[in-house]
Structures are given as structure tokens and as C-alpha cells.
């Protein structure tokens, strides 16, 4: 049973940061991909950023410059540390997983089988 928890969200003024975490589990894939997306209310959910088991990271436009992703293969935990936030980035953030190399469709939540259940962040103007 696979297992995603997300952690570290919380509230922060403009221009702030925040480091969210992603502990994965119950999974025994040699190659993997894991991704962040974000939802906010009365919106549809977007790609933040991807990043494969031994591979590079790949970025939404929105994150570029800001955001910076990252996977501790040992501890299977995938990380995205947000600075310089804006009002715009407030939504829940979620992670996801699937098996195999990060396919050049990574943006689409529909290629990610395995989420977790968000968290959220909220960023003050």
C-alpha cells in the first residue's frame, strides 16, 4: 500500500518562505517519479515541479527562479522549498508518485497514480 504524507505548510506573509516535505512509503520501485501540484479553490490543479530517482528537475513557469525541488533517494522523502511566496501561490500542495523514469507528460496529474493528501499553504499579501 503506497503511501504519501506531506508536511510543512502553513501560513506566511509576501516574499516569505516555507519548506514542504513528502515521506513516501509502502513502495519498491527501482526507478521512480515524484511531482508537486497545487490547487486553489475554485481552480484546476497545476504542476509545480518534478523530479525523478536520477534525473533532472523540471519546473512550471510559475516556480521557476523560486522554487526549488528535491528527492533524498535513501529516505524516499521529496522536498520543495518555496521563497520569495506571493498571494498567488496560496492553495493545497500535494505530491505524487509513479514508477519509471519522470515521462516528458510530467505536468499532467493524470500520469500520477499515487497522491497524498495536501497541505496547505496560505501566503498573506
Known amino acids: 500500500q503506497v503511501q504519501l504524507a506531506e508536511s510543512g505548510g502553513?501560513?506566511?506573509?509576501s516574499g516569505g518562505s516555507l519548506r514542504l516535505s513528502c515521506a513516501a512509503s509502502g513502495f519498491t520501485y527501482n526507478t521512480y517519479c515524484m511531482a508537486w501540484f497545487r490547487q486553489a479553490p475554485g481552480?484546476?490543479?497545476?504542476?509545480?515541479?518534478a523530479i525523478g530517482s536520477n534525473g533532472s528537475p523540471g519546473y512550471a513557469e510559475h516556480a521557476k527562479g523560486r522554487?526549488?525541488?528535491?528527492?533524498?533517494?535513501?529516505?524516499?522523502?521529496?522536498?520543495?522549498?518555496?521563497?520569495s511566496l506571493k498571494p498567488d501561490d496560496t492553495a493545497i500542495?500535494?505530491?505524487a508518485l509513479r514508477n519509471g523514469y519522470c515521462p516528458g507528460s510530467w505536468s499532467f496529474p493524470k500520469v500520477f497514480p499515487h497522491w497524498g493528501q495536501g497541505t496547505q499553504v496560505t501566503v498573506s499579501p
Open 43 to 49: 481552480k484546476e490543479r497545476e504542476v509545480v515541479a
Open 67 to 83: 522554487f526549488t525541488i528535491s528527492l533524498d533517494n535513501a529516505k524516499r522523502t521529496l522536498y520543495l522549498q518555496m521563497d
Open 93 to 95: 500542495y500535494s505530491c
Open 10 to 13: 502553513g501560513s506566511v506573509q
